[in-house]
């Protein structure tokens, strides 16, 4: 089965600098990689995506690059606020008609003022 | 449109008891899938519903179950329970098909004491 890894588990920067987290995955079938952000007490929320016909996306200050040959995808945050501050996780899914996602461990950002 | 609710939102049981958790996804979405979230197996999916039928499972043992009705409201049932259920679980809900883009229920804190 699909394995997902992620890394740094935890990311401190100071604000306005930038920030990167990368996963890789195992199962070369997967083909759609989402990004979610959860805060402290919250639910994870959908913040970007990828699949596997694209190999780069961007909206405003966060976009997600994809290598599928080296089976792995990066979320890159510019311009960090202290509101980015979450935890981030990362996820691969097969393109079929299930919605079996498997998540990364996550990594814990906090942006320093 | 309203957004996936879930019900209870916290829940204290003790050991070999059961428990039914409750999840309403997004008006129109027909795709519920079961997550349980801790902090040290991060987000791990159980299974999911699409059209009142289990499409995927994950690897949890069978005391683990659920079912989704005609409305698309699904229910997770948890038999004798046991300390490590302690969790929170998240649904998600998705329209189905591609594009596959899940939002997330607030959770439901199940305390197993």
């Known amino acids: 089965g699909e394995n997902v890894e992620q890394h740094p588990s935890t990311l401190s920067v100071q604000e306005g600098d930038s920030a990167v987290i990368k996963c890789t995955y195992s199962d070369s079938a997967s083909n759609y990689f989402p990004w979610y952000k959860q805060e402290l007490g919250k639910r994870p929320q959908l913040i970007i995506d990828i699949r596997s016909n694209v190999g780069e996306k961007k909206d405003q200050r966060i976009a997600v690059t994809l290598n599928k040959t080296a089976k792995h995808f990066s979320l890159h945050i510019t311009e960090t606020q202290p509101e980015d501050s979450a935890v981030y996780f990362c996820?691969?899914?097969?393109?079929?008609?299930?919605?079996?996602?498997?998540f990364g461990p996550g990594t814990r950002l906090s942006v320093l003022p | 449109k309203a957004g996936v609710t879930q019900t209870p939102r916290y829940l204290i049981k003790t050991r070999g008891q059961q428990v039914t958790l409750s999840c309403s996804p997004i008006?129109?979405?027909?795709?519920v899938s079961w997550y349980q979230q801790t902090p040290g197996q991060g987000l791990q999916f159980l299974f999911e519903y699409f059209s009142e039928t289990q499409r995927n499972k994950g690897n949890f043992p069978g005391r683990f179950s659920g079912r989704q009705f005609s409305n698309s409201r699904s229910e997770m049932n948890v038999s004798t329970l046991e300390l490590g259920d302690s969790a929170l679980y998240l649904c998600?809900?998705?329209?189905?098909?591609?594009?596959?883009?899940?939002?997330f229920g607030p959770g439901t804190r199940l305390t197993v004491l």
């Open positions: 998600a809900s998705s329209p189905g098909t591609s594009p596959k883009l899940q939002f």
């Open positions: 996820a691969a899914s097969r393109d079929n008609y299930g919605q079996n996602f498997v």
């Open positions: 008006s129109g979405h027909r795709s």
